[in-house]
């Protein structure tokens, strides 16, 4: 096996385990850094049409749009510069949460996404979702957009630097795209090293895990040019608190009396200083 960004055949194991198929064995690359799991072979053409992500707890759309909806508006409220009277296009929009946010500033909104059963969803709405990025540069009919947005859908991909050139030929010379993914480096997996964490966050589907040194060279070889990355903290002390004292997830909700908006920004603000929040999001241009 080799790396996926250096080519390098030199990995480490990381700790923990895959939480949904033993089998899968999570490496790091001694040379770049790159997470990844040393398989893609299970996600094949098909998985993600058939909602394969979902596994056997397939949840109605309704319920997918309430659990996205903290994020879906966290989003929107980040981008809402980029969005007045903009073409925007959602890659990988899952339940639709953002992009009928955007929906309400773009002068046109599109989604892509694989999942047919979202796409049957919004099949009488005024929101278009189509099932490829060909499908959408055709409804184009020619014109780039001003904003691409890739939601927690490029660690997804067995081939994340092909689909983002793809991308990139649909921006404008002078629009922007938005990349967000988990970290490699989130603090629960390293400084804080919480094994049943570690035994959690791990998914077949998460087939690689960027720091912001590997993103930045992803997006490089994918032909774009990196404008920043930040390192953004999508979950509170409270969360963190809760996993380290009780092994399980859910701290944010059960001890939300912990948290108050200036405890959460402190706390967000120095694990970003030291390179350890959940969450990285890259803003990206063309060459």
Not at 55 to 60: D, I, V, Y
Not at 157 to 177: A, F, H, I, Q, W
Not at 200 to 220: D, E, G, P
Request: net charge negative; proline share 3%.
């Amino acid at each position: 096996m080799e790396c996926y960004i250096c080519n390098s055949s030199s990995f480490k194991r990381r700790n923990g385990s895959v939480r949904d198929d033993a089998k899968l064995i999570i490496l790091e690359c001694n040379n770049c850094g790159l997470v990844s799991l040393d398989s893609v072979a299970h996600i094949h053409s098909n998985f993600y049409q058939d909602s394969g992500m979902h596994g056997e707890q397939l949840k109605p759309i309704e319920d997918w749009l309430r659990e996205t909806r903290w994020d879906d508006e966290r989003r929107f409220e980040q981008l809402k510069p980029f969005l007045v009277n903009k073409r925007i296009l959602d890659f990988g929009c899952g339940a639709g949460g953002f992009l009928s946010n955007a929906k309400s500033l773009a002068a046109d909104a599109v989604g892509v996404e694989l999942e047919l059963r979202v796409q049957n969803f919004y099949q009488n709405s005024d929101i278009t979702i189509l099932s490829s990025m060909e499908d959408a540069a055709s409804s184009s009919s020619g014109k780039e957009f001003d904003a691409i947005t890739a939601f927690h859908v490029v660690e997804h991909l067995p081939d994340p630097r092909e689909v983002l050139k793809k991308l990139g030929t649909m921006l404008k010379s002078d629009g922007r795209m938005v990349i967000e993914v988990p970290s490699a480096d989130d603090v629960l997996l390293t400084l804080y090293d919480c094994d049943v964490f570690q035994r959690f966050t791990y998914w077949s589907q998460h087939l690689y895990l960027f720091t912001a040194s590997t993103l930045a060279t992803l997006i490089k070889q994918a032909g774009l040019k990196v404008v920043s990355i930040q390192h953004y903290q999508r979950y509170p002390l409270s969360n963190h608190l809760h996993w380290l004292c009780k092994s399980k997830p859910g701290g944010h909700q059960n001890w939300s009396f912990l948290d108050n908006p200036a405890l959460t920004h402190a706390y967000a603000e120095v694990l970003a200083s030291i390179g350890k929040t959940d969450t990285l999001i890259a803003h990206v241009e063309k060459r």
